[in-house]
């Protein structure tokens, strides 16, 4: 039997690309698949809590009893996060937001014109370190990384500045790991500097272990 130890949660989980727009039949985007983050929203939902799923474009149906919210844009997926913010207990990025996109979008499809091609890219909002700033004490805030090099450095650099209370690392250039697969292989840092390394496994034991995590920090804030 499932434990019912998330119920009367409000969880916010975000899973899914981004697709950022150049005109209207082309956009950039990222390998991300959403089965991460749709994971995370099946788990909660399975053990008790209310689950909004804002999702970027992906293949998967949304897990029963979960709201689902569709987003293309990371300006979209910004907004729709803000607007369920302040109702959640608990946040959980999963989402791989684009970090630029196009300056300009053409309103007609881009012609081919001459060898080269330069394209001007500017800043997205980073949604994460919004929240980060948002957070209330009662608030729980899960952040991602997906790193090529320097691991540990980068995720704990990320856990502090982006105020998060658990940020979990997947090392993407290990197969087996990261965008798109069934399976994971990631490292949870804590802010209490408890770093758990798991073995591959499929991303509904991984968020199984996320969700573990997040409830024994309930629990010892409760008793606290
Ligand atoms: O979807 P899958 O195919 O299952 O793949 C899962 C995954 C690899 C996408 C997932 O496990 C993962 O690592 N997600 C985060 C990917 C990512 O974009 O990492 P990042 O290091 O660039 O971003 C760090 C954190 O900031 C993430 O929580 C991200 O959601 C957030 N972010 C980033 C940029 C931005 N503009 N706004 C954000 O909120």
């Known amino acids: ?14 899973a899914g690309p981004t697709r950022e727009p150049l005109d209207p039949v082309r956009y950039l985007s990222n390998r991300s698949s959403g089965k991460m983050g749709y994971a995370l929203a099946r788990v909660a939902a ?8 804002v999702t970027g474009p ?16 990371a300006r979209e997926m910004y907004d729709a996060v803000l607007q369920h913010f302040e109702q959640a207990d608990l946040v959980i990025k999963a989402a791989a937001v ?23 890219l500017t800043r997205n909002p980073d949604v994460l370190a919004e ?4 957070k209330k004490d009662h608030q729980l805030l ?8 320097d691991l540990e450095q980068n995720a704990l650099a990320k856990l502090t500045r982006k105020n998060l209370d658990l940020l979990v690392a997947n090392d993407v250039t290990i197969p087996g790991a990261g ?7 990631v490292r949870i840092f804590g802010r209490d500097g408890e770093v758990e390394s ?15 995590r997040v409830a024994k920090l309930l629990t010892t804030r409760r008793g606290a």
């Open 1 to 14: 039997l499932t434990p019912q130890d998330l119920a009367g949660l409000d969880v916010l989980v975000t």
């Open 46 to 53: 399975l053990r008790g809590a209310r689950v909004t799923l």
């Open 58 to 73: 992906t293949s998967l149906i949304p897990p029963p009893g979960v709201e689902a919210i569709r987003v293309e844009t």
């Open 98 to 120: 684009a970090d630029y996109r196009p300056q300009d979008v053409s309103s007609q499809k881009i012609k081919k014109q001459g060898q080269d091609m330069q394209l001007q």
């Open 131 to 134: 929240l980060g700033r948002r």
């Open 142 to 149: 899960v952040g991602f990384a997906a790193e090529t090099n």
């Open 179 to 185: 965008f798109d697969y069934d399976t994971n292989v």
């Open 198 to 212: 798991l073995p591959l496994m499929d991303k509904n034991r991984v968020a199984q272990k996320i969700l573990d």
